[in-house]
C-alpha cells in the first residue's frame, strides 16, 4: 500500500525543493532564525529582517510523514508531557530531546526568537512557553483577539498594529540589526497578493465537474508555499504560476484529481471537509478516499494559514501593518463558529458537495470545538448529509484504519441510498438550497 | 426458489437471514464468528437456510395447532443429531492428534481417556436436547468444551492420563470441526434422523409419521437459490463477494431496525466492539451515524469481561442486576478500571446485583453518549445487537432515555441481533428487484 511510487508533478517538485532549501537555510548558521507558527504567520515581516521562518508545526507534520513522530511523541510523554497534549507539541519536544535533527538531516540550530503571530490557538502559548524556556531567546507574544462577533473590529485592527509598532517590529530589529524598511514590506506585501490571486483562482476550479484539484489531500501540497517560509517571495509566484498551468492543462484534458496514486479515474462523491487531515498514515487515508472515486472540492483546512476566498482578503502594500493584522484575524480558527458554519455550507452549495465530512483531531480543540454542533447546522442549513471521524494530527497511535475506513464507507453508501432515494433534500432541509 | 441472502459478520458472532420473494423471513442462523469470517459466513449461511426448511416445513403442514409440537419436537432432535455428528468428527480430529510423536508414549492411555469422555459426553447428549432443558449456549464448541473439560478432569484423575494433554488435543481439535461447514446432504440427513427420533416419543400431534418424512423429503428437495448476498460487518472484506454485494453495517442496522419496526427513527445497536448511534427517515435510509472509536467500552465485550471478573457466566449478569436494590455509582468508562472499580466496590461490601446494575448503567451512560452525538432520541427507538437481549442494560437504557428525552416508544425485538443480516437481506431484495 505505502511502498508503491508516488506520482509527482513538476510543481510538486519544485516546492520539495523549496523546503529543502529553506531547511538548509535555517540549519546553516549563516542567518538570523525565528521559530513561528503556520496561522497568521508574517511571513512577509521576517523577510524584511532576512530572518528565516523555521515552523514547528511543518517539522511535526514532516516527521509524521516520514513515520518518526511516534517515537518522538512517546519520547515527550517519557518526560512528562501528558497524553491528551497536541501531538504537534509533543512531537517537536520529543525531536528536540532526540537531537533536533531537521528533515534534512542537519541539526537545527536553536533559533534567535520566537514569534507567536496567532493567539487563537492556546496551546501555540503553551508551547512557546516551553521553548522560551528551552532556548531562553527573545520571545514575541503578539496577541491577536479573537473574533467573536463575526467581524474582527477596527479597535482590534489597530490592537495588533500598536503591537507590531510597539513589541514585535523593535524585537525583530534587535535580534537581526536590521533597520525596518516599510516600503520593503510593502514589496513583499504585492508579491504575496500576486501569489494568493492564483491560489483563490486555483481553489475555486473544484467548482468544476470532475473536479482537477483535490482541495484537503491535494490541498496541503497547493497550500504549502502560501502557508509558510515563502509568502511574499518570487519562488512562491513562480509555484503558483506554475501550479496554475498544470491545472488548466488537467482541466483541458477533463482529469479527474490527482493522488499521490496517479489521477483518480473517476468522481463519484464530491466532499468539502473540515478538520486538519491525519498525517501519519497520510497515504492510506487519501487512499480510502481516492479508491471510492471521492475528491474534496473544498476544506476548512486549506484556510488555516489564512482566508482569501471567504470575504476577499488578500495583503495589501498600501496598508500594510493593517494588512498583517487583518491577516492573523482572519485566519479560520479565528473565526466564530456562525462564521464557520456559513463558510462551509457556502462551499457545499457553491462546490455542488455531496455531503460535508469532519475529521475531528483528538489533541486539536482550537478545530474540534463546536464540531458536532458545526456539523448539525450545516445539514440544516443545505440539507446535505454530515458524517464524523476521528484522528490525530501526529501520533500514530490514533489512527484506526478499519474504524475510520468503516465510516467512510458507511458515509459514502449513506450518499449513494440518499441519491438513489431521489435526492438529499429530506423533510423541511434546505428549503432555499 | 430465489432467496436474498444477509451475512452480518460481527467480532463475537456471525448472523444470516433468508428472505423470500416477498420480503418474508424464512431463516435465520447464527455461529461463533472464529478468526475465520469465511467458514463462520458458511456456517451461519447453512444455518439460516436450515430454518428456512423448517419455516417451508411448517407451512407445508399446515396450520394445525399440533405441528407447532412437531416442530419443536423436530428441531430439538435434529439439533441432537446435529451435536452427535460433530461429535463423531471432534473424536476423530483427535484421535488424529494422537499420532503427534510427543504423545507417542501416551497414544493408547490417551486413546482410552478419550474414548471414555467421549462414550459419556454421547450417553448425556439426549439429556442436553431433552425438552424443557436449559442450555446456556446453543454452540457446540461451548456445549462440547464444558462436558470435555469436566469429564476429562474427572477421566484423568481416574486413570492418571495428564489432563493438559487432553485439553491440549481438544484445543486443537475443536478448531478443526469449527472449520467444518455441513453440506445440504448431511443437514437433509440430520433433519430426516431428527424427524424419526421424535416420532420415538411424541405425543399429540395429528400428522402422521409417514406424511412428515415424505412433506420433509419435498422441502428438502426444494432448491433454495442464492438469487443475491448481502455481506455486512467487521468481517465483510474477507468474504468473497464483489464489492456490490458489501454493503457497512451502519446502512444494515439502519435498514433492517427500519424492516422490523417501520416507525424507527432512532437505532442503537451494541454489538461485540462497537456501539452505533443512527438515524433514519421514513424509508429506513440512515441520515446521520456516529460510533464509538479507539475504545470498545460500553460495548458487548465488556460484559464478557466483567463477567469473567466475576467468574460468572455472561448469560447472568443480566437477571443476576436485576436483583438490585440500589445502583452503585461507577465512574469509569474503562473496561479494566471498571474492573478494579468493581473489585474496590466488593471489598467495601457492596452486594454484587448492586454493582452489576451499577456497570449495566455505566454501559449505557457510554451508548447515551453516542446517541447524542448522532442526534439524540427521536420516537420512535429501537435497540438492536447481541446486548439487547440483556434486561438490565434495557431496563437501565429505558430510564436514561426516560431522563433525557421523556417518554419514547422503545422497540426491542427477541430477534434483534439479526437486524445487521436482515438489512443486508433486504439490500440483497433490492439489488433485483429495484
Redesign the interface.
Known amino acids: 500500500m505505502s511502498g508503491a511510487e508516488v506520482t509527482k508533478s513538476n510543481s510538486q517538485l519544485i516546492q520539495k525543493a523549496m523546503i529543502s532549501r529553506n531547511y538548509d537555510r535555517i540549519t546553516s548558521g549563516e542567518c538570523k532564525v525565528s521559530s513561528t507558527f503556520v496561522p497568521g504567520n508574517l511571513n512577509e515581516l521576517l523577510m524584511c529582517f532576512d530572518i528565516a521562518n523555521n515552523l514547528p508545526e511543518i517539522n511535526a507534520i514532516q516527521n509524521a510523514m516520514r513515520k518518526k513522530s511516534g517515537d518522538m511523541i512517546q519520547e515527550a510523554e517519557r518526560s512528562g508531557h501528558s497524553e491528551d497534549v497536541c501531538t504537534y507539541v509533543k512531537a517537536d519536544i520529543g525531536m528536540m530531546a532526540k537531537g533536533n535533527i531537521a528533515p534534512n538531516g542537519k541539526p537545527f540550530r536553536d533559533p534567535d526568537m520566537l514569534l507567536l503571530s496567532y493567539s487563537g490557538c492556546f496551546t501555540f502559548m503553551k508551547w512557546f512557553e516551553l521553548l522560551r524556556e528551552q532556548y531562553k531567546c527573545p520571545t514575541v507574544m503578539l496577541h491577536v483577539p479573537y473574533a467573536a462577533d463575526g467581524q474582527p473590529t477596527q479597535n482590534m485592527r489597530d490592537y495588533i498594529v500598536k503591537q507590531l509598532k510597539d513589541e514585535v517590529i523593535p524585537t525583530m530589529e534587535k535580534v537581526s540589526g536590521i533597520k525596518f524598511d516599510i516600503d520593503r514590506l510593502r514589496e513583499y506585501l504585492r508579491k504575496s497578493a500576486q501569489a494568493e490571486n492564483n491560489l483563490v483562482w486555483m481553489l475555486e476550479q473544484s467548482k468544476r465537474r470532475p473536479s482537477p484539484i483535490d482541495c484537503y489531500f491535494g490541498g496541503v501540497y497547493y497550500m504549502g508555499p502560501i502557508f509558510t517560509a515563502f509568502r511574499g517571495t518570487d519562488e512562491a509566484i513562480q509555484y503558483y504560476d506554475l501550479l496554475r498551468l498544470e491545472i488548466e492543462e488537467r482541466i483541458a484534458k477533463g482529469l479527474c484529481a490527482q493522488t499521490l496514486d496517479g489521477d483518480m479515474p473517476e468522481e463519484k462523491y464530491r466532499l468539502v471537509v473540515e478538520g486538519p487531515p491525519n498525517w501519519t498514515s497520510f497515504r492510506e487515508f487519501w487512499q480510502m478516499f481516492a479508491e471510492a472515486g471521492a475528491v474534496v472540492v473544498a476544506s476548512s483546512y486549506t484556510k488555516v494559514g489564512g482566508v482569501y476566498d471567504y470575504d476577499g482578503f488578500r495583503h495589501d502594500p498600501d496598508h500594510p501593518l493593517e494588512s498583517l493584522a487583518d491577516y492573523c484575524l482572519g485566519v479560520y480558527t479565528n473565526r466564530n463558529l456562525p462564521t464557520r458554519v456559513d463558510m462551509l455550507a457556502r462551499n457545499l452549495k457553491e462546490y455542488d458537495a455531496d455531503g460535508l465530512l469532519i475529521n475531528s483531531i483528538k489533541s486539536c480543540n482550537s478545530f474540534s470545538a463546536g464540531q458536532?454542533v458545526m456539523l448539525?447546522e450545516i445539514?440544516k442549513l443545505t440539507g446535505k448529509?454530515?458524517?464524523?471521524?476521528?484522528t490525530d494530527l501526529v501520533d500514530p497511535r490514533?489512527f484506526?484504519a478499519?474504524?475510520v475506513k468503516?465510516?467512510l464507507?458507511?458515509y459514502f453508501?449513506?450518499i449513494d441510498?440518499?441519491r438513489r432515494?431521489g435526492g438529499f433534500i429530506?423533510?423541511n432541509a434546505a428549503a432555499s438550497a | 426458489m430465489r432467496t436474498f441472502i444477509g451475512i452480518d459478520l460481527g467480532s463475537t458472532t456471525t448472523k444470516a437471514l433468508v428472505l423470500d420473494e416477498n420480503q418474508k423471513i424464512l431463516g435465520r442462523g447464527i455461529t461463533n464468528s472464529r478468526s475465520n469470517y469465511d467458514v463462520a459466513a458458511s456456517v451461519s449461511k447453512q444455518e439460516a437456510k436450515i430454518g428456512a426448511r423448517f419455516t417451508l416445513f411448517h407451512q407445508a403442514l399446515g396450520d394445525d395447532g399440533s405441528v407447532d409440537v412437531l416442530l419443536a419436537n423436530l428441531e430439538r432432535n435434529f439439533r441432537l443429531e446435529q451435536f452427535l455428528a460433530e461429535l463423531v468428527q471432534l473424536e476423530t480430529s483427535c484421535d488424529m492428534y494422537l499420532d503427534h510423536p510427543r504423545f507417542a508414549d501416551t497414544k493408547n492411555a490417551l486413546r482410552e481417556a478419550l474414548a471414555a469422555v467421549f462414550r459419556q459426553i454421547e450417553l448425556e447428549a439426549p439429556a442436553i436436547y431433552a425438552p424443557g432443558a436449559n442450555r446456556k449456549s446453543d454452540f457446540f464448541r461451548d456445549i462440547a468444551g464444558s462436558r470435555f473439560m469436566s469429564l476429562s478432569e474427572k477421566v484423568s484423575k481416574e486413570s492418571g492420563v495428564s489432563f493438559d494433554a487432553l485439553l491440549n488435543i481438544y484445543d486443537k481439535s475443536i478448531l478443526d470441526i469449527e472449520a467444518m461447514v455441513s453440506t445440504d446432504e448431511m443437514v437433509a440427513k440430520q433433519l430426516l434422523n431428527g424427524l424419526s427420533r421424535a416420532y420415538r416419543d411424541m405425543g399429540g400431534v395429528n400428522v402422521s409419521e409417514a406424511e412428515a418424512m415424505v412433506t420433509l423429503q419435498k422441502v428438502l428437495a426444494l432448491e433454495l437459490e442464492e438469487t443475491y448476498v448481502v455481506g455486512t460487518g467487521?468481517g465483510r472484506v474477507r468474504l468473497p463477494f464483489p464489492k456490490e454485494h458489501i454493503?457497512?453495517?451502519?446502512?444494515c442496522h439502519g435498514l433492517g431496525a427500519h424492516m422490523m419496526f417501520p416507525g424507527t427513527r432512532t437505532v442503537l445497536d451494541i454489538g461485540g466492539q462497537d456501539t452505533k448511534g443512527i438515524q433514519v427517515?421514513e424509508?429506513g435510509?440512515?441520515?446521520?451515524?456516529?460510533?464509538n472509536?479507539?475504545c470498545a467500552a460500553g460495548c458487548g465485550r465488556y460484559l464478557g469481561y466483567i463477567a469473567d471478573e466475576m467468574k460468572i457466566g455472561l448469560h447472568e449478569l443480566g437477571p443476576i442486576a436485576m436483583t438490585a436494590t440500589k445502583t452503585t455509582r461507577i465512574n469509569s468508562t474503562c473496561t479494566v478500571f471498571a474492573g478494579a472499580e468493581l473489585r474496590d466496590r466488593l471489598s467495601l461490601g457492596e452486594k454484587r446485583p448492586d454493582i452489576l446494575a451499577g456497570l449495566h448503567r455505566a454501559i449505557m451512560l457510554r451508548a447515551m453518549s453516542i446517541i447524542a452525538?448522532s442526534?439524540g432520541v427521536t420516537d420512535q427507538f429501537t435497540f438492536t445487537g447481541g446486548v439487547a437481549k440483556n434486561e438490565a442494560a434495557v431496563k437501565e437504557l429505558r430510564q436514561l432515555i426516560k431522563e433525557n428525552y421523556g417518554e419514547k416508544t422503545i422497540n426491542i425485538s427477541a430477534e434483534s441481533i439479526y437486524t445487521g443480516a436482515l438489512g443486508g437481506a433486504s439490500f440483497a431484495h433490492r439489488s433485483v428487484n429495484n
Open positions: 458536532l448539525r445539514e448529509p454530515g458524517a464524523f471521524i476521528e490514533y484506526s478499519a474504524n468503516n465510516r464507507e458507511s453508501q449513506m441510498q440518499k432515494a429530506t423533510g | 467487521y454493503r457497512s453495517e451502519i446502512l427517515d424509508h435510509i440512515v441520515t446521520n451515524f456516529q460510533m472509536d479507539r452525538r442526534g
